[in-house]
């Protein structure tokens, strides 16, 4: 590993916006609150919702495919397309 290498922006929390601080308190609260498998979808939620924020904020383009596809990757997300709104989903930023 070389001398100069960092993490990622998006696992340090001293480098977290606003809003990624606030989904990472949330699945805190949530993980804190019990044991059901309703708790842990939720989780899986919040998480994948931190990941959108974050690769807003990392300028990760936007799936301009249109098949539910990570434009990066090619991995299809874990939560269904019909789980996410049209107010849930980040601009293209170009």
């Known amino acids: 590993m070389s001398d100069n290498w960092e993490p990622p922006r998006r696992i340090r929390l001293d480098r977290l ?16 609150a019990g044991c059901d498998v309703r708790l842990t979808n939720a ?15 990392d300028g990760v383009p936007a799936d301009t495919a249109g098949d539910g ?6 991995q299809v997300p874990l939560v269904p397309a019909w789980h996410l709104s049209d107010s849930m989903t ?3 930023v170009k």
């Open 90 to 92: 980040a601009p293209v």
């Open 43 to 57: 989780v899986v939620l919040l998480q994948q919702a931190r990941e959108e924020v974050a690769d807003f904020v």
């Open 69 to 74: 596809r990570c434009a990066m990757c090619g």
């Open 17 to 32: 916006t606003p809003a990624e601080m606030a989904i990472h308190d949330a699945v805190q609260a949530v993980e804190h």
